[in-house]
Every structure is written in structure tokens, then in C-alpha cells.
């Protein structure tokens, strides 16, 4: 093979790598059991604020995490199925959106104003500092964590759940 086109096979080899295991769209799963979430859940709200999602688990609620980044198409495309969802199951999980990055990255009001347009029925929260992220193994967005009041992760995808009455109470 002449060097230019086996040149142009590697470049979209490893474009295919880097899309297959990064960013917005690509999927996800989670390698072993469910993990019980032991360490802290604090991340603020859009005006930086402390909200405390163990707080939430501690009533007993069930938690849906919506990874979601303003800029992603897939997130967008995911978040009427998921708007939807948070209404039929109010009551019985409660859904929180969460931007991860800092306010260089992505500043609250992008946030706030694509939630707007986007008519996302539920809050959104700032993983401003990863570590929601990080505690939880999400690597990309969109990302759906389903944390039971045992603090059980039961569900970890880039789809929603086809059935959602599986995670409630």
C-alpha cells in the first residue's frame, strides 16, 4: 500500500478509537455489578451554591443523574424521552441534570438558557471539579446513573432506560 493511503487508514483507525470511546454519543457500560456509592454526592446548583444528592438518598428517593453538556447533540436529541420520563415518574425518582466542568468550560447561563430551550423538566446541577464524575465512572455525556436509596447504582447508560418502573420504589 503507498504510504499516503495507509497514512489516511491510520488517521481513521484512530479517529474511530477516540469517537468509539469519547464524548457525546458513544456508549457506555459498566464493567461488574451494580457499586454502592459510599463517598459524598455534593455538587452546587447553577448559582454555586452546595446541593448534597446523598441528602436526597437519605430521604429514601431514588436518583436519576442526567450527564448532559450543552454542546452535545445527543444529549439534545435525549432530552425530550428524558423530560418526558421525569414527569411520569415524579414522585418516585427524582431526575437532576449535571453539567460537568468548570464555568471557563461551560458558564451557567449556556447552561441555564440551553435547559431553557431544550425544556429540560428538572434542575440542573455543576460537577464543576469532575468529581461526581469521577466517583461514578462516567467518562462522556450523555450519561443516565440510576442511584437507589441504598446508594446502588442500578442503572449506568448513554440511553435512558426502557423501563423506568424498574427503578422505582
Known amino acids: 500500500m503507498p504510504v499516503r493511503p495507509r497514512l489516511a487508514a491510520i488517521v481513521l483507525a484512530l479517529a474511530a478509537v477516540v469517537l468509539a470511546t469519547s464524548g457525546c454519543g458513544s456508549p457506555q457500560k459498566r464493567p461488574h455489578d451494580p457499586d454502592t456509592v459510599t463517598a459524598p454526592m455534593v455538587v452546587s446548583d447553577l448559582d454555586g451554591k452546595p446541593f448534597d444528592i446523598g441528602a436526597v438518598l437519605d430521604r429514601g428517593e431514588t436518583v436519576a443523574l ?25 414522585g418516585t425518582v427524582r431526575f437532576f441534570g449535571v453539567v460537568p466542568g468548570s464555568e471557563r468550560i461551560v458558564e451557567s447561563a449556556t447552561i441555564r438558557k440551553t435547559s431553557d430551550d431544550w425544556g429540560l423538566a428538572y434542575p440542573t446541577l455543576r460537577d464543576r471539579d469532575l468529581s461526581l464524575m469521577n466517583l461514578l465512572g462516567v467518562s462522556m455525556t450523555p450519561t443516565i446513573v440510576i442511584v437507589d436509596p441504598t446508594r446502588t447504582v442500578r442503572y449506568q447508560s448513554h440511553r435512558p432506560p426502557s423501563n423506568w418502573s424498574a427503578y422505582t420504589k
Open 66 to 90: 442526567v450527564f448532559w453538556q450543552t454542546t452535545c447533540g445527543a444529549c439534545q436529541n435525549e432530552a425530550d424521552t428524558l423530560s418526558a420520563a421525569a414527569r411520569a415518574n415524579e
